[in-house]
């Protein structure tokens, strides 16, 4: 995960929204773990649009430990 590819877009009630932006494919970007560099400023719960190279999808983070993503 490159950092300079994620924006932190809103912050509400203790819940914070993402966009990630890269050129890897989705398949990658959804392995638990992928994430794990961020796990110190997120929260569960807090939501991520991921823009891949070849999807574009929207997500909550399920888990810290490793990072893992779901779909909303």
């Excluded at 912050?11 to 914070?16: D, K, L, R, S």
């Excluded at 989705?26 to 999807?55: L, R, W």
Aim: hydrophobic share 40%.
């Amino acid at each position: 995960m490159k950092t300079s590819n994620l924006a932190v877009v809103w912050f509400a009630n203790g819940v914070t929204g993402y966009v990630y932006k890269t050129n890897e494919t989705m398949a990658t970007i959804i392995e638990p773990g992928y994430f794990d560099t961020i796990k110190h400023i997120s929260n569960v719960g807090d939501q991520m649009y991921v823009v891949a190279s070849d999807d574009v999808k929207l997500f909550y983070i399920k888990s810290l430990e490793p990072v893992e993503l779901k779909e909303l």
